[in-house]
């Protein structure tokens, strides 16, 4: 599925959809329930887990977590209790995001999990990951693919 956001508010709107798509073709998860959001700097995957944490329910604005790697959030879903948001930018390799316990996150089947840059931690990532492609295009307009 792919669309075309020409500003957050459009992302809102798009995150919505994904969101249930990804809620509704993920129905027999074994462990958490993973997102991947590829894309270069500054192309609106944070803004996107913005507007997933509000559809969820949380009453605070999800902030990007780049310095502290990742954040939990309590959310108001029948499936899952749990969001984490991870950014692992700063990260040079898998080793990091084992030592904050990444295994056993996505272990909990509670648990939605979104995380930036997974290319910089791509062998821990699971097989059955969504992935979500986030770029830029002319006038300031984003596209924003779920795969
Ligand atoms: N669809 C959109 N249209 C226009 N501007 C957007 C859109 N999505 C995000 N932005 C804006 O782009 C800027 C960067 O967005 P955001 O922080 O979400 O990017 P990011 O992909 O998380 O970047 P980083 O890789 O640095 O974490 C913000 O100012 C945000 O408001
Ligand atoms: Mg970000």
Redesign the pocket.
Known sequence: MKKI????K??GEIAKIFLEKILKTSAKQKGALVVALS?D???????FTQAVGKHLGLKDKIK?P?FVIFKKYKIKSKKYKFLYHF?A?RLKNEKELLHLGWEEIIGNKEHIVFI?WPENVSGVIPSNARYIY?SHKEK???SLELK
């Open positions: 956001s020409k500003n957050t459009e992302t894309g700097l500054g192309a609106g995957k944070t803004a990007s780049t950014d930018y930036e986030i300031g307009h984003r």
